[in-house]
């Protein structure tokens, strides 16, 4: 009935989605399951193949998996349709979507959403911020969701049925943000309750499901930086760059760049500026060659020359090297410098030696150091003094965006 390949992609559509989509296992084995259903045909197929209502706190995911759906399910990033719901929040602007009726401006046009689904009808529709639309077209949507068709200002039938239909609402983000921390069945009470408040039940029935996503924690972060630096390290490929980033970068790259009021959005714009700028200046600079390999500290780009045995050995003690190694400057500026394989490891040395010092040894060599070198150790323990404060200054500023 269906081919061996096309089974198993459906059976293992979820840990397909979960490649790309962290922290949401529930949002996933729900737009998974309505997949297969329809696919096998035991779903209603007057209806389209699932329709989804996708809430919770921004930067969470709810955009994200819509676009990895594209990708997955219909194979091109092309199947997606997004509207911004933002741009239809006037009465006119329902005509904008589904075209003039006869006798008013630009009749037999067609409208927006109706003529991109007749261009493509195997899609994924998203409404983004499904709640800033004009209730007039919350109405037409009704049809859509209920008969999966559409008779446009044209008298056209258009079939909705071959699409996936998701609206993402960030409906009691605000109040989240402002109780602080909450467990997942706090947040969904609250979610649940401004929905109902904000849109009739006959719209909210009519969705297959109504999901609400959970706040990503710690762990959840680190996989969705790990998947950001993945892709940089793809898109380096081509050009025989090699980039490692060790997990004291990937660490910092979380508490720069995760904000509690915009959620993993801030942290892609810190993988942007400290990770993704300084490569691209250094490229345009020379700096950076193929056969390079670039290692990323918390404060530093190191080039180090690729040698031409590619083996798991010498990436490892590259790895190594990278890891204890790390210049006294603030992270927002990273230091760049191009150094040999010997300068690096020298480096590194130096470190794990000052490092390991035992504290009784390392009084002793303070009272023979010479005043230059001594100067040396109190500006780094001033610098420690300062990363300390920033965190704290971090923190505060956490609970300030959650109050």
Request: charged share 25%; aromatic share 8%; with cysteine.
């Amino acid at each position: 009935m269906f081919n061996s390949e096309e089974s198993q992609k459906l059976l293992q559509m979820e840990k397909a989605l979960q490649k790309h989509i962290i922290g949401q296992p529930e949002a996933v084995e729900a737009v998974s399951r309505a997949i297969r259903r329809s696919h096998v045909g035991i779903g209603d197929s007057s209806r389209p193949i699932g329709s989804f209502l996708f809430t919770g706190p921004t930067g969470v995911g709810k955009t994200e998996l819509a676009n990895s759906l594209a990708v997955e399910y219909f194979r091109s990033k092309e199947a997606m349709i997004r509207l911004d719901m933002s741009e239809y929040m006037e009465r006119h602007s329902v005509s904008k979507l589904f075209g003039s009726p006869p006798g008013y401006v630009d009749s037999g046009k067609g409208g927006q959403l109706t003529e991109a689904i007749l261009r493509r009808p195997h899609s994924v529709v998203l409404f983004d911020e499904i709640e800033k639309a004009h209730p007039d077209i919350l109405n037409v949507m009704l049809q859509v969701l209920d008969d999966g068709r559409l008779t446009d200002s044209n008298g056209q039938t258009v079939d909705f049925k071959k699409t996936i239909i998701i609206m993402t609402s960030n409906i009691g983000s605000d109040l989240i943000a402002k109780q602080g921390v909450l467990s997942f069945e706090q947040v969904k009470a609250i979610v649940e309750e401004e929905l109902k408040r904000n849109f009739r039940l006959e719209f909210l029935n009519r969705f297959d499901e109504v999901i609400v996503f959970k706040q990503l924690n710690v762990s959840d972060l680190k996989d969705i930086v790990e998947i950001m630096i993945n892709e940089v390290h793809e898109r380096l490929k081509p050009k025989k760059i090699e980039l490692i980033v060790t997990e004291r970068f990937k660490e910092r790259l979380i508490k720069e760049g995760y904000s509690p009021c915009y959620g993993a959005r801030s942290l892609k714009r810190a993988v942007r500026r400290y990770l993704v700028d300084n490569l691209a200046e250094k490229m345009l600079n020379g700096e950076f060659k193929e056969g390079n390999t670039v290692a990323v500290d918390v404060d530093s780009v190191t080039v180090i020359q690729w040698v031409t045995e590619k083996t798991g050995s010498t990436k490892s003690k590259v790895m190594k090297q990278a890891k204890s190694y790390t210049m006294p400057h603030k992270f927002p500026i990273p230091s760049i410098q191009q150094s040999t394989p010997s300068q690096f490891g020298q480096m590194a040395a130096a470190s794990q030696t000052h490092a390991d010092t035992p504290p009784v040894l390392s009084n002793q060599l303070h009272a023979d150091t010479p005043p230059v070198l001594s100067n040396q150790l109190h500006r780094r323990r001033l610098i420690a003094t300062l990363i300390a404060l920033e965190s704290f200054v971090l923190v505060m500023f956490f609970k300030y965006c959650a109050w």
